[in-house]
């Protein structure tokens, strides 16, 4: 008997213990606490693993949204795409996803579909942010070859503290400086590497004069000296550098222009990327 | 005799009964044992199986929910040790190192802190940041507590002079631990097998090809050495001649050049052969070494 | 005399700084798919260079190109030493230049090409790199097709 009432007790003891340490890690419950914490220590991959474990009996308009948010946070836009646009009116969070829907486009620089989308589906669905989308879909203009609106019409839905910025932005979009080829070109026929330090190229366009010259220089010396054969492969050598000075030229402008249209697209991401798309930051970890 | 039989009976009986008690208690001691096993343990366990079927990434993701839930702590060391182990075998060195770090801080004793400090020497040598594993190898020589494992510890030492392409101090350490040890035989012969570099170039400065010959280079030696034989003969008759303009543009763009060249090969040579004699032995090492490995 | 000197004083200088210059630059990357078991090997990767001695090309000009690339590869180049700043190196730059465009517009490139390779001043603030250190000049930038040109800052360590 006292051996039983000894077993007994320790079971107790036993069971006591294991309860304090019994968690069901896959309740909804749980798993929503987990992907949460994951979420916010932005490891989204497995945060839009862990949310997408839940049932859809389980999952809230927040979920929904954030498993959404976190494939755009990995650049799996398909994925984000495909979750925001499922995100259905009577979310609390439908503006925002539409938002972000234009946002994808952006980052996947598909600029024609974000105008299509801005265009049919946005201004009619969405409540909020039409502002913010009027931004963004202006914003595309920037980044492609199309017309570009009037300036009024462009700077119209922006905040003033930006429009100095904006209009900077539109002027160069308007008017790049670029750099003309064929006028590049004709400066380095006459004279060698000129046309390169037009573009901005000084050291070459130094260097292609010298050599250009010197080889000249050369072909004209052995003329002089009458030693024709080597004055005649000189004088292929300097015809060959002058050429290519002068197609090297052409060449450097397309470069240069394509450089500050590069530099130009840089700094138009930057500008969005400080607006955050013009999407308010959320505040889901605080 | 009767009454023998009824106290046989009783004996019986009573032992009878006893017994059933100490079963009946045992089973409730049992029962209630298997349902004490916390979740803890099977969440640990589950990641364990994770890990041993090369699920990396799910291990990693089960041991972080471990970690999440665990109020107390306990698992601290040995769920960052495995979360370690993970990144490693998924080649993320980085993200290994810093949960081994964790699992050292949470080490509550000698064993665990030297497995914890072993393993992250290991992954500096797998991602040949052996300065850095130099440096965790000697705090744990100088360190007192460690003595007993001095012979592994030097084991990974001869690892990363491997490692970092220095045989010759490897098969000296692997001889500390044993002078007929298989890995000091075998970087014994590595080095055997090496080409010296500096005598590569040494000899290309003196003669120009003997180098890239003495490397096996044949072809590329004797044109070398043609190259600049004829540059070299054309600079001394420009100079006899008193063209010294000539003689110094034929020296600067010419000669100078296949003499530079000269040079660079007889290295690039013994390098890029060295490598390859090396990568053989670590080829080796990786897979067809049975030891313990990084 | 003394001109003398002092203009092989001035080439010695000039032939003195090898026009290679290496740099190492480490990358670390980040990857967000569910990765698994890699296959890490403990042999150092192979970085020296090997000629493309192959005849694949499709017109006669690029077998002609090809042809005289092979020759001075295998007779001068391959001896005298990493001159070339640059990848693809000039020889390799004329090849490919004329098998995406021709022989006339290749030769072209190619003498712009050698222009640009003496230029030592500010190399850097123009050209990206690759990871052995040298700078990154494709044809694709010379070809006269816009199109075709894919611009990359020179703050990019650029790995093929």
Redesign the interface.
């Known amino acids: 008997?006292k051996?039983?009432f000894l077993?007994?007790l320790?079971?107790i003891t036993?069971?006591q213990?294991?309860q304090t340490?019994?968690?069901?890690?896959n309740s909804p419950d749980?798993i929503k606490?987990?992907a949460d914490?994951?979420f916010c220590d932005k490891?989204?991959?497995?945060a839009a693993?862990?949310y997408e474990r839940l049932a859809d009996i389980n999952r809230s308009d927040i979920i929904e949204f954030k498993i959404a948010l976190s494939y755009s946070y990995?650049?799996?836009y398909y994925s984000a795409i495909q979750k925001f646009s499922g995100i259905i009116k009577s979310s609390v969070y439908f503006n925002e996803a539409k938002l972000e829907e234009m946002k994808i486009n952006f980052l996947n620089n598909d600029f024609a579909g974000l105008r299509s989308y801005f265009k049919n589906s946005f201004i009619t669905e969405v409540d909020k942010y039409q502002t913010e989308g009027e931004k963004l879909f202006n914003f595309s203009y920037l980044f492609t070859d199309d017309a570009l609106p009037s300036k009024d019409e462009f700077l119209s839905p922006f905040d003033f503290n930006e429009k100095e910025k904006i209009s900077s932005f539109y002027d160069w979009k308007n008017e790049p400086p670029y750099k003309d080829g064929t006028l590049a070109g004709i400066m380095s026929a006459v004279i060698p590497g000129s046309g390169k330090i037009y573009v901005g190229?000084i050291?070459?366009g130094?260097?292609?004069f010298i050599?250009t010259t010197v080889f000249a220089f050369i072909a004209y010396d052995n003329f002089k000296a009458g030693h024709t054969t080597r004055a005649w492969i000189w004088t292929s050598v300097a015809a060959?550098?002058y050429?290519?000075?002068v197609?090297?030229s052409?060449?450097a402008a397309?470069?240069h222009?394509?450089?500050i249209?590069?530099?130009f697209n840089?700094g138009l991401n930057v500008y969005l990327n400080k607006k955050n798309y013009y999407i308010t930051k959320y505040e889901f970890c605080d | 005799m009767s009454i023998l039989i009824k106290k046989i009976t009783t004996l019986r009986n009573m032992n009878f009964v006893i017994n059933r008690k100490y079963f009946t208690a045992t089973l409730l001691f049992i029962s209630c044992s298997s349902f004490a096993q916390n979740s803890f343990d099977t969440q640990f366990n589950f990641a364990n199986t994770l890990y041993s079927d090369e699920n990396y990434f799910d291990t990693v993701t089960e041991l972080k929910r471990l970690l999440f839930f665990d109020d107390n702590s306990e698992y601290n060391y040995e769920a960052n040790l495995l979360i370690g182990k993970s990144y490693k075998q998924g080649a993320k060195f980085s993200d290994a190192i810093r949960y081994l770090t964790l699992a050292e801080i949470n080490a509550e004793n000698i064993d665990e802190l030297y497995e914890t400090r072993i393993e992250i020497i290991r992954i500096n040598i797998l991602r040949r940041t052996t300065r850095r594993a130099f440096k965790l190898l000697d705090s744990l020589e100088a360190d007192e507590r460690f003595t007993d494992w001095s012979d592994k510890i030097k084991y990974w030492r001869g690892w990363a002079y491997m490692f970092a392409d220095d045989w010759v101090q490897a098969a000296q350490t692997f001889a500390e631990i044993d002078t007929n040890h298989v890995l000091k035989r075998l970087a014994e012969e590595v080095d055997d097998d090496l080409y010296s570099v500096s005598f590569a170039k040494t000899i290309s400065y003196i003669i120009p090809g003997a180098g890239q010959i003495y490397t096996g280079e044949y072809i590329s030696g004797l044109l070398s050495l043609g190259w600049n034989v004829l540059w070299g003969y054309l600079t001394i008759k420009a100079f006899i001649a008193e063209r010294i303009f000539d003689g110094i543009v034929i020296a600067n763009f010419l000669w100078l050049r296949f003499y530079r060249g000269n040079l660079q090969n007889a290295e690039n040579f013994a390098k890029e052969k060295n490598m390859v004699i090396s990568n053989k032995a670590l080829n080796y090492l990786q897979f067809g070494y049975d030891g313990l490995k990084p | 005399m003394i001109k003398i000197f002092f203009i092989s004083v001035l080439l010695f200088t000039i032939s003195a700084f090898p026009q290679t210059d290496r740099s190492q630059q480490v990358e670390e990357e980040t990857s967000w798919v569910k990765w698994g078991k890699a296959d890490y090997r403990y042999e150092k990767p192979n970085e020296f260079r090997h000629r493309e001695y192959s005849f694949d090309t499709e017109s006669v000009s690029g077998f002609i190109a090809k042809s005289t690339a092979n020759g001075y590869w295998y007779f001068i180049s391959d001896l005298d030493g990493d001159n070339c700043p640059y990848r693809p190196s000039c020889s390799a730059f004329f090849v490919q230049a004329s098998k995406e465009t021709n022989i006339v517009q290749g030769t072209l490139m190619f003498f712009d090409r050698f222009t640009r390779d003496y230029n030592i001043y500010k190399r850097h603030e123009h050209y990206p790199r690759v990871k052995d250190g040298h700078y990154y000049d494709p044809v694709s930038l010379y070809t006269l097709d816009e199109s075709k040109i894919d611009y990359i800052p020179p703050s990019v360590t650029v790995t093929k």
Request: proline letters at 0%; hydrophobic letters at 50%.
């Open positions: 008997m051996i039983v077993f007994f320790l079971c036993a069971v213990n294991a340490g019994n968690v069901d890690f749980n606490k987990f914490y994951l490891d989204y991959l497995r693993i862990e990995i650049n799996d190229e050291g070459d130094i260097v292609a050599t060959l550098f050429a290519g000075n197609y090297g052409v060449a397309q470069v222009n394509a450089k249209t590069f530099e840089e």
